[in-house]
């Protein structure tokens, strides 16, 4: 049968392949080369990179600000001495998660259709992980001091206090940090390769060539190339329940009403994923439209994100109602307290957005045609995405703004380089973004050539059931 | 297609890899030295005072106490420097016209203290009481070294914090009884290991309490 090249409202009824028909390998190499080799660097580019710098340079003057005058000028204090900065830091190592969970956990069990998406979504965890890493090096108050935060043989014969959760996530997210970007890296590899070959000025192919560590392809190449990946597979995909895991117990491990719940790992796991996804689509969906990459990522992974999505929102629904019943059936009064007064205290409003933007919309996704849709599922990334900032903001804020003692109630209001930091670090993800957009393959070219000749060599096989 | 690169850059970037790996462990390594080095603590490295005071004459020479200059050590955080007229109290009368001790004179007759400068300086956040070191059984020299053998004054010790921790942990292998805190050259009487403990109890030593951090820092 041949299947004619058709809208994306009517391709995600049918089985879509992960690859729209008639590539060879030469396209495939082409069409993905070109974005960094060959086409003008185009005015929506430059447009985006705008926004994304003038972002960040909005951030570094926060920064600045920040260090010369102190973390006073956030509006976190007693009690709440956590907010904007612990909210972001965890909503962006979140997003991080679902590259690692496309590229290592899909790897190992072989969803072929990861594979246009895992090169972008590696790129997003190690964007993602370095904007989180900002924030509670900058809470610090003194950056140039972070490096006491790992254990070095110092002159003032202390090492960091193991028993705090604060301790260990440091060590979680520098690991992620350098697994992740290991993992990124070693895919490169290859691609780089390619790019150099089919570089034509002399520059690119010298960084491409240098960048592509003297691959040249051999067998002996891939054999070691894939060791070496599955080897960072395995390693990563402990990864992905243990860093939000030790991020949980940021709030786990205090006896804070609201945090003290054994339930956080999980339910923080797979709201890392829920919005991770929701990331992933996020960026996809225009990059896809923009650089006229749909026959690479087609409404077939599209639709398996957005299940995937609804999956991870399920749990993280289960993770709410457990919270609300658990704090009923515990008997604990301050527990239950917290939660009547997450429920109708001055943040109900962030509760309730909260439950109708990662719970309630979210069901729109059981509906066939809506995922079909590129716009109804930009539009439903975009509203999980600020759901899962509003659980970390009601999370935090609820739970510290009444203290055990009620002489130190108080009520939180961030200021405004709050925001100026959580929109400066949007502008480094974005300035990150469309750099690695510019100057990389977004799309695993050499697993592409390797998907296409899987699929002809099994189309070749059983071509009586075509 | 041509080459990109020489074959030699191959060679270099091995090279570049495995230096890269060393040169991060041995900068590491020489800065942890450097930090520890006399060139940074001035750990045994004499500094200029306007009058070459000689310890080692006047401890171990003359036999002079501690405390018949040092007066406060016993009741105050500061040891205390002794005034110009501490010196005037044998100068007035023993070597009385010597060039080395001009500035002495000097400072009696304009009633100026003498500027030495301070050889054993914390930084300012460390609460550091001498009386209660004292008052414990830790002895001058257990910090100060052998001063009746200093001509010319210098640390001996590099008064970083791990130094000083590496007492507030394990006081029972420093502590002395209190009759030999002035003593130079102490032998402690019996096995440190049998004694030390011992003093570590009778001085009602707190070591769980020696390493809170407002020990030292308040």
Partial sequence: MKRLKSPDAKEANVNVPVIAPGHTFGSITEKISSVVLKRRTSKGWFFGFAIGFSLLMLLLYTITYLVTTGIGIWGNNIPVGWAFDIIDFVWWIGIGHAGTLISAILLLLRQEWRTS?????????????????????????????????????NTMGVQ???????????????????VSFLFWFVG??????????????????????????????????????????LLLAGLSTPLVLSVHTIVSFDFAVSVIPGWHTTIFPPYFVAGAVYSGFAMVLTLSIPIRRIYGLTDFITMRHLNNMAK????????????????????????????????YNRWTGPYAWSYWSLI?????????????????ST?????????????MWLERFVIIATSLRRDFLPSSWATYKPSFWDFGMFLGTIGLFLTLLFLFIRFLPVINIFEMRELLHEKEAHEAGGEGHQ | ????????????????????????????FVMAEIYRSPYVTKATVVRDQPVQFSHEHHVAGLGIDCRYCHT????SSFAGLPPTETCMSCHSQIWTNAKLLEPVRESYRTGNPIKWTRVHDLPDFVYFNHSIHVAKGIGCESCHGRVDKMPLMSKANTLQMEWCLNCHRNPEKFIRPRDEVFTMGYVPAEDQSVLGPKLVHDYKVNIRQLTNCSICHR
């Fill in chain 1, 375 to 387: 716009i109804w599922l930009f539009i439903l990334s975009l509203v999980i995405n600020i759901g």
């Fill in chain 1, 356 to 372: 109708a933007c990662n719970i309630v919309i979210p069901q729109l996704l059981w509906i066939r045609k809506i995922r079909a």
């Fill in chain 2, 1 to 28: 297609m041509a080459q990109i690169f020489h074959p030699s850059t191959n060679t270099l970037s091995r090279v570049s890899i495995f230096g890269i790996l060393f040169l991060l462990v041995g900068g590491l």
């Fill in chain 1, 308 to 339: 995937v999505m609804l999956a991870m929102g399920l749990v993280v629904g289960y993770g709410y109602a457990m919270e609300a019943f658990i704090a009923w059936y515990s008997g604990n009064k301050y527990e239950w307290a917290m939660a």
């Fill in chain 2, 72 to 75: 406060t050590v016993e009741k």
């Fill in chain 1, 160 to 178: 960091p206090q193991f028993r705090s959760p604060l301790m260990w996530d440091v060590f979680a997210v520098s690991t992620y940090l350098t």
């Fill in chain 1, 117 to 153: 998406i895992n090169r972008f979504a590696e790129a997003m965890t190690l964007m993602a992980v370095l904007c989180a890493g900002l924030y509670p090096v900058l809470h610090t108050g003194r950056p140039w001091l972070a490096y006491w935060l790992f254990p070095y043989p």
């Fill in chain 1, 188 to 229: 490169l590899i290859p691609d780089m390769g390619t790019l150099r070959d089919r570089s034509t000025k002399r520059f690119a192919k010298a960084v491409y060539g240098m960048l592509s560590l003297g691959w040249r392809g051999s067998a002996d190449h891939w054999r070691r190339y894939k060791i070496a990946y």
